[in-house]
């Protein structure tokens, strides 16, 4: 459910997630009702060099003159960031779990190709855990969509409006048993990625900041194990392609995970990340030609 008549409203710079985080915790209780109407943008967005071989390092992306596709979701989380901590959002921020990421590169995006992006939310969902949200993203080049992204968050505890669709959070993937990685992630890297994209949402931080909101031990940003997973397909996908994933149990850190592919036809892949010594899924997905 949206509000009707939805209003644009243009940021002039990429909002400080710090200084957002904070006003999401000030003003968590007593939220209600619909998903706001509001659509943030900013326009001729430049992707910053140094940013973006900060980013690819602690990625383990290579560097190059094409923009890694979920690279463009660092451009575009600061304004759902905006949009998810104003107070008009139904939902509180401190405790929002990213449940699944789906995203569409249209085509490969420059690294000097300035961006027009837009975000805004829908589809207000029921869980049997709570509710759940998508935050669209788009991102623009010369008056064409070049990228988009669906992220589906979920609240646990919290009842969607009467008549809400049943959220969907789930990625069916096929037989995905070929070990291809072992990956030994370092209790820092919650910090690490951070630092980089910005996302300092406790539950990654520390162990005693994780455990205000209930995880044993800090847990990896999503994101960053979706990046790790096509920079180790890298040179192996389409140029155009949708890559989807579901992040199932939180991968605590630190840990060892293995990263399972299977091909499927031509340039498809299905994938999963799991805990290298109880086999559990912190990640599956699915990355298919468009």
Same mark, same amino acid.
């Given at each position: 459910?949206?509000?009707?008549?939805?209003?644009?409203?243009?940021?002039?710079?990429?909002?400080? *997630?710090?200084?957002?985080?904070?006003?999401?915790?000030?003003?968590?209780?007593?939220?209600?009702?619909?998903?706001?109407?509001?659509?943030?943008? /900013?326009?001729?967005?430049?992707?910053?060099?140094?940013?973006?071989?900060?980013?690819?390092?602690?990625?383990?992306?290579?560097?190059?003159?094409?923009?890694?596709?979920?690279?463009?979701?660092?451009?575009?989380?600061?304004?759902?960031?905006? *949009?998810?901590?104003?107070?008009?959002?139904?939902?509180?921020?401190?405790?929002?779990?990213?449940? /699944?990421?789906?995203?569409?590169?249209?085509?490969?995006?420059?690294?000097?190709?300035?961006?027009?992006?837009?975000?805004?939310?829908?589809?207000?969902?029921?869980?049997?855990?709570?509710?759940?949200?998508?935050?669209?993203?788009?991102?623009?080049?010369?008056?064409?969509?070049?990228?988009?992204?669906?992220?589906?968050? *979920?609240?646990?505890?919290?009842?969607?409006?009467?008549?809400?669709?049943?959220?969907?959070?789930?990625?069916?993937?096929?037989?995905?048993?070929?070990?291809?990685?072992?990956?030994?992630?370092?209790?820092?890297?919650?910090?690490?990625?951070?630092?980089?994209?910005?996302?300092? #949402?406790?539950?990654?931080?520390?162990?005693?900041?994780?455990?205000?909101?209930?995880?044993?031990?800090?847990?990896?940003?999503?994101?960053?194990?979706?990046?790790?997973?096509?920079?180790?397909?890298?040179?192996?996908?389409?140029?155009?392609?949708?890559?989807?994933?579901?992040? /199932?149990?939180?991968?605590? *850190?630190?840990?060892?995970?293995?990263?399972?592919?299977?091909?499927?036809?031509? #340039?498809?892949?299905?994938?999963?990340?799991? #805990?290298?010594?109880?086999?559990?899924?912190?990640?599956?997905?699915?990355?298919?030609?468009?």
């Amino acid at each position: 459910m949206v509000t009707p008549d939805p209003t644009s409203r243009e940021l002039e710079s990429s909002p400080n *997630l710090g200084l957002l985080y904070a006003k999401a915790a000030a003003t968590a209780w007593g939220r209600g009702g619909d998903l706001p109407g509001t659509r943030l943008t /900013r326009t001729g967005v430049a992707v910053d060099p140094a940013h973006f071989a900060d980013y690819a390092r602690v990625c383990r992306l290579p560097l190059g003159d094409v923009l890694p596709v979920t690279y463009p979701h660092m451009l575009t989380f600061p304004l759902q960031m905006a *949009l998810m901590s104003d107070r008009a959002f139904p939902l509180a921020l401190p405790g929002l779990v990213h449940a /699944r990421n789906r995203i569409e590169a249209l085509r490969p995006v420059r690294t000097d190709e300035e961006l027009d992006l837009e975000v805004w939310a829908e589809n207000f969902a029921q869980h049997r855990s709570g509710a759940a949200v998508d935050l669209r993203a788009t991102a623009s080049a010369g008056g064409e969509v070049v990228w988009r992204s669906t992220s589906t968050y *979920l609240a646990r505890g919290v009842k969607a409006p009467d008549g809400a669709p049943e959220a969907d959070i789930e990625v069916p993937v096929g037989d995905v048993e070929r070990v291809v990685a072992t990956w030994r992630i370092p209790d820092d890297a919650g910090r690490r990625y951070a630092k980089v994209s910005g996302d300092v #949402n406790p539950i990654h931080l520390s162990g005693l900041t994780a455990k205000a909101f209930g995880f044993k031990r800090a847990i990896a940003h999503g994101m960053w194990v979706k990046a790790r997973v096509l920079g180790a397909l890298g040179g192996r996908l389409p140029d155009a392609l949708t890559v989807d994933v579901a992040f /199932r149990k939180p991968l605590l *850190l630190p840990s060892t995970v293995t990263l399972s592919t299977a091909s499927v036809g031509a #340039n498809g892949w299905d994938v999963a990340v799991r #805990n290298a010594s109880g086999g559990t899924e912190h990640l599956v997905g699915t990355i298919r030609p468009v």
